[in-house]
Nanobody
Framework: QVQLVESGGGLVQPGGSLRLSCAVS????????LGWYRQAPGKQRELAAT???????NYADSVKGRFTISRDNAKNTVYLQMNSLRSEDTAVYFC?????????????WGQGTQVTVSS
């Protein structure tokens, strides 16, 4: 059973920073992409940032210049450094892994971690 374990969420004031971590339990997986998605109350889940095994990154326009995604392949961990946080960044943040299967990509999700930006 593949598990994605997120940590690092919490309450922060506007303009503050947080760092999210997501560790993938199975180190034998052939991971193609790791990413962070978020879901605010009453809204659909949306992309925040992704990073491929080759290091290519993709960011939502709303977080460009403020968030940085990185990965440590040796630790099977992906990070999301969030700076200059705004109230609209408040959401549950989910980690996602796309894993190469025999014929297709397999999708795994973490349980989510709450990020609240408020004074």
């Amino acid at each position: 059973q593949v598990q994605l374990v997120e940590s690092g969420g919490g309450l922060v004031q506007p303009g503050g920073s947080l760092r999210l971590s997501c560790a993938v339990s199975d180190s034998s997986l052939n991971i193609y992409m790791l990413g962070w998605y978020r879901q605010a109350p009453g809204k659909q889940r949306e992309l925040a940032a992704t990073i491929t095994s080759g290091g290519s990154t993709n960011y939502a326009d709303s977080v460009k210049g403020r968030f940085t995604i990185s990965r440590d392949n040796a630790k099977n961990t992906v990070y999301l450094q969030m700076n200059s946080l705004r109230s609209e960044d408040t959401a549950v943040y989910f980690c996602k892994a796309l894993v190469r299967g025999t014929w297709t990509l397999l999708e795994y999700w973490g349980q989510g971690t709450q990020v609240t930006v408020s004074s």
